[in-house]
């Protein structure tokens, strides 16, 4: 194991070999800033097929949205034609993409100028955009009529606006591959105009999917299993197992910061904190070596079941792949969840190791799960651990330790703590504080 000025030297290291524009947070594309933007039009995609249902997972977005932007002072935010509109009012355009992006059931986000639904406007604020602005290689307009009442109809509007364009700059169209998209929504009274589109993370909205509680180890497979839970609906719960008396802090302070990642997604993230150490010295002291880690996991389970049924949870996560580590084999991962009668999700399951990776990358977690520590999975591991151990032999050892004592005890001795967004920094300055 490394020690803290190791530690702290290694994440200097990760901050300053990191490019910029990696560390800005988050790593969405930023809104063209000259356009005057006095609306932000945000877009879904799998809510649209909820059909009777729709009308709750719209709703459940908005009140998301209210709830990311509640600090800025953003204007109304209303459900329109399909779409949730928010008014800018005095926010910058820039933060509320790149908070929006970020927060699960949005597709994609229009940083708009909101116009009167009439086509000779839209030409002038086409015109008025020409004056500054030229599409760097071929462009294309892409228009979208929710309203059918409006009196040309999307192509024709295209083609108009496309033609203003080629006569004030000479760029060459491309239907397919453009470099530059003009985006026009048409809606009852309004019309919205858009120079870019932030991709969104897709899902769907938070707390329509019911409450997790996520085993959050502080290694890079967890958070990345959080984050998919929550891009299902999930409002997640965290639950940390910790190696005091025997380690440092290091991995508390560590999943103190994923779950500040986490907490753009879903707002404020409860984290539960259990010192597993002492129970680790119990299973050593009775158990074979090469079952310690089924034995591990096993307690872990009761415990977070044992947690799920106070807290009324709908299940386990955990970030386990299948075969990835000893314990991950189909018979251990079988044996462990068989230790207690709740639902277990392992999103997971079939990616492999750089798949992962390159989501936590992508979700900027993975940069802090990196930072070396010494968490409870390092603690009394045995050199050979058993690949597919027996309900048999793992029940006889269990017999050495008192399982419900030890569980009532975690979880009354649990630390509870809230961790809120971390908005203003990046996953490498994340990481960095750690040291």
């Not at 300053?16 to 000259?34: D, I, K, N």
């Not at 008025?128 to 462009?139: E, I, K, Q, Y």
């Not at 080629?166 to 309004?190: C, H, M």
Request: proline share 5%; net charge positive.
């Amino acid at each position: 194991m490394l020690g803290r000025r190791a530690e702290r030297n290694k994440s200097e290291r990760l901050l300053a070999a990191c490019p910029l524009s990696f560390r800005q947070m988050p790593r969405y594309p930023s809104p063209v800033s000259e356009l005057r933007v006095d609306a932000v039009v945000v877009h879904y995609n799998e809510i649209a097929l909820k059909l009777g249902q729709r009308r709750h997972f719209v709703a459940r977005l908005a009140a998301n949205i209210r709830r990311v932007l509640g600090d800025l002072p953003i204007g109304a935010v209303r459900s329109i034609a399909g779409r949730i509109v928010v008014d800018v009012a005095e926010a910058d355009t820039k933060t509320m993409a790149r908070r929006l992006a970020v927060t699960p059931g949005i597709a994609n986000v229009w940083c708009a100028r909101s116009l009167e639904a009439d086509l000779d406007a839209l030409e002038r604020e086409v015109d008025a955009v020409l004056d500054w602005w030229r599409p760097p290689g071929s462009f294309r307009i892409e228009v979208r009529r929710a309203d059918k009442q409006f009196p040309m109809q999307s192509p024709a509007i295209a083609a108009r606006l496309g033609r203003r364009v080629v006569e004030r700059t000479g760029a060459p169209v491309d239907l397919k591959g453009a470099k530059s998209i003009l985006y026009v929504l048409v809606v009852r009274d309004r019309i919205y105009l858009a120079l870019e589109r932030v991709v969104g993370c897709g899902g769907l909205p938070v707390s329509t999917g019911g409450r997790v509680l996520l085993l959050l180890s502080g290694g890079i497979d967890s958070p990345v299993a959080g984050l998919r839970m929550m891009r299902r609906g999930c409002r997640v719960r965290a639950l940390h197992f910790h190696g005091a008396p025997y380690t440092s802090a290091t991995s508390r302070e560590k999943v103190r910061r994923l779950c500040a990642v986490l907490a753009r997604g879903q707002g404020p993230t409860e984290l539960d904190l259990v010192e597993f150490g002492g129970i680790q010295r119990e299973i050593v002291r009775s158990a074979p070596s090469a079952l310690r880690v089924v034995l591990y996991r096993r307690m872990m389970m009761r415990i977070a079941a044992a947690l799920q049924y106070e807290l009324g949870m709908g299940a386990i996560v955990t970030g386990e792949s299948l075969g990835q580590v000893a314990s991950q084999t189909l018979t251990n991962m079988t044996l462990i969840s068989g230790a207690i009668d709740v639902p277990v999700l392992r999103p997971l399951v079939g990616m492999d190791k750089r798949e992962i990776m390159d989501y936590a990358q992508r979700e900027g977690t993975y940069e802090i799960s990196i930072v070396p520590d010494e968490d409870c999975c390092s603690l009394f591991v045995p050199k050979h651990p058993a690949t597919a151990a027996t309900r048999v032999e793992v029940e006889a050892a269990e017999t050495g330790y008192d399982i419900p004592a030890l569980v009532r005890a975690a979880v009354e001795g649990r630390e509870r703590e809230v961790i809120e967004p971390a908005w203003d920094a990046s996953a490498v300055e994340l990481a960095a504080e750690i040291a």
